[in-house]
């Protein structure tokens, strides 16, 4: 027990490593969803481009919903927000940190869906392999219209008979795929540059504000979390006492209904006590039966 | 569970090694990414150079920002900065001292990223394919051609199922050369790297070592200085919300009692320790008012002087209360990790 609860301490203190740990998870997922993914481009005008795009932003907005489902701080964050303020003032500055923290959190599984997606190049070359200048690429550069944009939106799949050998769609798929990790990396140094900027400059504004208020918002995850275990500690027991009263009533019932003779000697009352006077077949039936169908009050005064 | 206590202070006594953990991790993230990523030269001639060089120096420079953005020294570094003098004078030695840590170990994951990507070829290969010295290695009898169409042809090296220029030079030959160099260009990286951190290694403790001690002390001090204040807080705030909260209830508790004008309760000489616990919340209807009004009206941030501790005791919170007829007391410990 002991253990437990110093294991269960220690995240209370360290709330922040157990959501960094959950957000590290996250955005393995991803990987790891991307790379399960079976992608496979319909390689039709029109549905390239929805297909495409679909794939490289719902999957990041769902990655969202999760990172913040799964922080506890959200709702944390909430709570507080909703509160009436009562004998005590809400500070607006806690609710925003709480709020940037989490979001921060959060953006991490789907930039790296994203960045993931465009370095590996298969969503941008199905999406916009339509709208590429023809006349740039050999193969087709002759070719009537309508037909230019039936062979593009076939440039992702390989093995389409009209695709197979064909060394323009090489050409085609190597330029989509070269600008789409091009823009896989420039996304990923802008990011990265803004978190070092941030992290960087943080400390020259405002730090001891900013040391009150982490403060006072890990305060509030702490309070909310001894509040929790002060109801559950006392929940036991209430239910304990209930459940003695209740055993306690039946005890005496049965002592009216029934004429049982004092129980002889006194070496068995230790017994008798954890018996509560309930000995046999019929009596553990009664009990059974109205404890389901007559439940004592919520009431241990 | 001491095993575990005992590896914790040995991360948090030693940032250092912390540090140097997450650099080697790092490193071989960097090699890992590498290889999981699909190197693609475009084949084109204007877009050669810049695929190739960005993907040899881009990715290294992102590696090198998220040395210093993983690196909680950081905001360390700018908090020690940035901070009015008050009582506490700044020493730039240490300063110093912690951004010169913080930079060396950001630099290995780019370096072996540039190491790998010149020693594997394909970046140099794909970025200077244009620039073959046609007369040492080309085909005595290649075709007239114009220096655009010359140009297109020799961009399309890197990529030997689309190269059309066997005449001209031999896929082959071009790719052996540019590779050649390429590595040469990798081990002299690595060489000029390691020659650089023995020299820094062997020539540092000949120049003002008494000062580098006396900077590595402080900085330590000033990182450790700062997880013990925090973790002081952590246990101020745990101490003060469990008496906040106990106020609170005894609070809850006092009022009820004051409303409801009625007889006296029986208290069975052995109820001690449970009725206390139950902190005089005993049926449906009060833990909810009890409940709705933790939500509606919680209580001020301000503890009644009576909770706060008058000796100086040390009370543990898993101790049952030694004096039952005293009042009861809840104090605030402080407990120390050093």
Partial sequence: MDRFRMIFQYFQSNSESVMNGICGLLALASVKMYTSFDFSCPCLPQYNMAYGLGIMFVSPIILFLCGLILNRQSLVMLEEWRRPPGCRKKDLAVIRYLCSSIMQRAMVAPVVWIVVTLLDGKCLICAFSGSVDPEKFVGFANVSTEQVQQLLAKVPCKDDELMRNNTSRRAVSRYLRCWSQALGWSILLILIIAAFLARWLRPCFNQATLLQVRHWSNYIDIEQKIFEETCCEHSRLFAHKCILHFFESMQQEIKLHSFSLPGEGEGAEGEEDLLRGITDQDQVNKLLKTWYSEKPPLDVS | ?338
């Avoid at chain 2, 790998?116 to 290695?137: N, Q, R």
């Fill in chain 2, 1 to 338: 569970m001491d095993k575990f206590r005992m590896i914790f202070q040995f991360f948090q006594s030693n940032q250092e090694s912390f540090m140097n953990g997450i650099c080697g991790i790092m490193a071989l993230a960097s090699t890992q990414m590498y290889s999981a990523f699909d190197f693609n030269c475009p084949c084109l001639p204007h877009y050669n150079l810049a695929y190739g060089l960005g993907i040899l120096l881009v990715p290294p420079f992102i590696l090198f920002l998220l040395g210093f953005v993983l690196n909680n020294n950081i905001s360390m570094l700018a908090e020690e900065w940035r901070r009015p003098q008050g009582r506490r004078r700044k020493d730039p030695a240490v300063l110093r001292y912690m951004f010169c840590s913080m930079a060396q170990r950001a630099m290995i994951a780019p370096a072996v990223w540039v190491s790998v990507t010149l020693l594997d070829g394909k970046c140099i290969t794909c970025a200077f394919c244009t620039s073959v010295p046609l007369e040492s290695l080309g085909n005595a009898s290649h075709p007239r051609l114009s220096q655009g169409e010359i140009q297109r042809v020799l961009a399309r090296i890197p990529c030997k199922d689309i190269y059309n220029g066997q005449q001209l030079i031999a896929n082959e030959v071009a790719v052996r050369y540019l590779r050649c160099i390429s590595q040469a260009l990798g081990w002299c990286f690595v060489l000029l790297m390691t020659t650089l951190a023995f020299l820094v290694r062997s020539l540092r403790p000949c120049f003002s070592q008494a000062a580098f001690l006396k900077s590595r002390y402080w900085s330590h001090y000033i990182d450790i200085e700062r997880k013990l204040f925090d973790e002081t807080c952590a246990e101020h705030a745990r101490s003060f919300a469990k008496v906040c909260i106990q106020q609170f209830f005894e609070g809850m508790s006092t009022d009820l009692v004051a409303a409801r004008c009625h007889l006296p309760r029986k208290a069975p000489a052995d109820a001690g320790e449970a009725a206390e616990k139950l902190l005089g919340i005993t049926d449906q209807g009060t833990m909810n008012m009890a409940l709705k009004s933790w939500h509606r009206c919680k209580p001020p941030l301000h503890l009644h002087p009576p909770a706060l501790p008058t000796g100086n005791g040390w009370a543990g919170e898993g101790q049952p209360p030694t004096h039952p007829s005293a009042p009861r007391r809840e104090t605030a410990a402080y407990y120390s990790w050093v």
